[in-house]
């Protein structure tokens, strides 16, 4: 069952895998937004970096399926791996500072400030700032695993499965 899926998807024409991989992206971006507004995983600095990946990824495949003319699905996966690769790279930094074995990058930790619609509410904002957690804390984790180490999971994920999908549709061409 597990190989009759696997190899339906490897089947599927670029377009429609970029559109999954637009879909996924969204839906990773929409769930980072989730974590933080309705469970209070406050972003750190490079839980931030990490969401520009993402967004890449959202940003290039969605553009990618609904304008292939202009970023053809395969220009569109090749672009979708490179934002993996570079979220992969950040979060596999951050899971080796939050286990000590590279420093605290500079300007991990630092205030937040909420743009408010009035100059009195702005003001007030100014006297509390949030203030962004430490890069090297663990502050949520689900099903036992850190947000970066899930990141990394995704990622490499991610970067398999389109690779995969690029080599066979290379090595059918």
């Known amino acids: 069952m597990m190989r009759k899926l696997v190899s339906t998807f490897f089947a599927l024409p670029p377009r429609v895998v970029i559109g999954v991989f637009a879909a ?36 290039i495949a969605t553009v990618s399926f609904v304008l292939p003319r202009l970023v053809p699905p395969l220009w569109g996966l090749a672009g979708t791996l ?8 950040v979060a596999v930094y951050q899971i080796l500072v939050q286990n000590k074995i590279l420093p605290l990058p500079e300007g991990c930790a630092s205030a937040g400030l909420k743009i408010e619609a009035n100059v009195q509410d702005f003001l007030a904002a100014l006297q509390h700032p949030v203030v962004a957690p430490s890069c090297d804390r663990v502050d949520f984790t689900l099903l036992g695993f850190s947000l ?3 990141n990394t999971i995704t990622m490499l994920g991610v970067l398999v499965v389109g690779g995969v999908f690029l080599c066979r549709w290379y090595k059918n061409k």
């Open 24 to 59: 996924g992206s969204l839906a990773l971006v929409g769930m980072a937004f989730v974590l933080e507004y309705g469970f209070g995983a406050l972003p750190c600095h490079m839980c931030w970096l990490q969401r520009y990946g993402h967004w890449a990824m959202a940003g």
């Open 82 to 89: 490179a934002a993996a690769g570079y979220g992969l790279y």
């Open 148 to 150: 970066a180490e899930w």
